[in-house]
Nanobody
């Protein structure tokens, strides 16, 4: 059974920091591209950051320079370090695992709220 379990969300003031973690089980983690997506109230889910199995990284323009994605294959975990948070970063953050066109999985999401 595949599980992606996010943690680290919460309430933070503008300019603050949070670190999200996503622990994966039931997959060969190193074979998967991992990503973080978010969904704000009333908006569609959008890509925040992705990291491939060979550590190629891509960020949404809105988070470049503030958010950093990383992975630890030994711990089957992907991280999202979020600094200089803004109110527009508020939303539910989802972890995503992608094995190309073969399999993909989503976590249950973790709420991030940035108060102004």
């Amino acid at each position: 059974q595949v599980q992606l379990v996010e943690s680290g969300g919460g309430l933070v003031e503008t300019g603050g920091s949070l670190r999200l973690s996503c622990a994966a089980s039931g997959i060969i983690f190193s074979d998967y591209a991992m990503g973080w997506y978010r969904q704000a109230p009333g908006k569609q889910r959008e890509m925040v950051a992705t990291i491939t199995s060979v550590n190629s990284i891509h960020y949404a323009d809105s988070v470049k320079g503030r958010l950093t994605i990383s992975r630890d294959n030994a711990k089957n975990t992907v991280y999202l370090q979020m600094n200089s948070l803004k109110s527009e970063d508020t939303g539910v953050y989802y972890c995503h695992a992608d094995e190309g066109y073969i399999n993909e999985y989503w976590g249950q999401g973790t709420q991030v709220t940035v108060s102004s």
